[in-house]
């Protein structure tokens, strides 16, 4: 049931360098979908590397189970690259060896390269880009490193996926969060019901595909107008709604 989710974001579309951000709103979970999009590349049999400071992985390989894959399995094959990015970053932390900015996209592009001796393309995803800042790196630094991954999406991926997890509108990580969807060919905000719980919905999910502006059949178009979606989230996937359709 991640057929919903990979339909709106047109990863069925070969493409090089697609850059994909995740924005959360109104403290709404959205690893829903960074589990529909490594489901999608596993199926297709794409490599993938998982850079991760925000879910371990244990949470994947639970989603996955439910989902119909198994992300062990992948992982040892070397079809999934799972990297604890924070975990890595909190024991040099322990060990007061803060880790550069430098060294950190040297470390991230060599894991990069070692999959590339298999494989041509390595997609990415970057699960909780915004938690860099909860490891002392600041909004310079942050910005850098992205920068040098979109980078290397341009030339090896066919997608890059940046999960912003947004604290509050004031906050850092709403800052970075609105810089990278300047970048973003498409940007995806997951918001939670305003009005609280229901048993039909679980949130509301807004897509903008800010990259068609770069399509030849959309240069005249100035207004670009977003999808608005109503999602549930079940045990296997997400089923997306038309408003006003439940």
Request: glycine share 4%.
């Given at each position: 049931m991640a057929s919903d989710i990979i339909a709106v974001l047109h990863?069925?579309?070969?493409s090089l360098g697609k850059v994909i951000v995740v924005?959360?709103?109104?403290?709404?979970?959205?690893?829903?979908?960074?589990?529909?999009?490594?489901?999608?590349?596993?199926?297709?049999?794409?490599?993938?590397?998982?850079?991760?400071?925000?879910?371990?992985?244990?949470?994947?390989?639970?989603?996955?189970?439910?989902?119909?894959?198994?992300?062990?399995?992948?992982?040892?094959?070397?079809l999934v690259t799972f990297y604890d990015l924070g975990e890595d970053c909190v024991n040099n932390l322990l060990?007061?060896?803060?880790?550069?900015?430098?060294?950190?996209?040297?470390?991230?592009?060599?894991?990069?390269?070692?999959?590339?001796?298999k494989y041509d393309k390595v997609d990415i995803i970057w699960d909780g880009v915004t938690h860099l800042f909860d490891l002392e790196f600041n909004l310079k630094s942050v910005n850098e490193i992205c920068n040098e991954?979109?980078?290397?999406?341009r030339k090896y991926s066919s997608f890059i996926l940046f999960?912003?997890?947004?604290?509050?509108?004031?906050?850092?990580?709403?800052?970075?969060?609105?810089?990278?969807?300047?970048?973003?060919?498409?940007?995806?905000?997951?918001?939670?019901?305003?009005?609280?719980?229901?048993?039909?919905?679980?949130?509301?999910l807004t897509i903008k595909n800010i990259g068609q502006k770069f399509d030849i059949e959309h240069m005249y178009i100035m207004d670009y107008k977003p999808s608005h979606y109503l999602f549930k989230l079940f045990d296997r996937g997400v089923r997306l709604f038309a408003p006003g359709t439940v």
């Open positions: 990863l069925e579309k070969q924005k959360e709103l109104n403290k709404c979970d959205s690893s829903f979908i960074t589990s529909c999009v490594l489901g999608h590349c596993i199926k297709n049999r794409n490599a993938v590397i998982l850079v991760s400071t925000h879910n371990s992985m244990s949470h994947y390989q639970n989603v996955g189970i439910k989902m119909n894959y198994n992300l062990q399995k992948h992982v040892e094959s070397g060990k007061n060896e803060n880790k550069s900015v430098q060294q950190l996209i040297f470390n991230l592009n060599k894991k990069v390269s070692i999959i590339r001796e991954f979109v980078k290397l999406a999960h912003c997890n947004v604290a509050s509108d004031d906050d850092l990580t709403c800052v970075m969060s609105n810089l990278m969807s300047h970048r973003a060919h498409i940007l995806l905000e997951v918001e939670s019901l305003s009005s609280g719980w229901s048993a039909d919905v679980t949130g509301h």
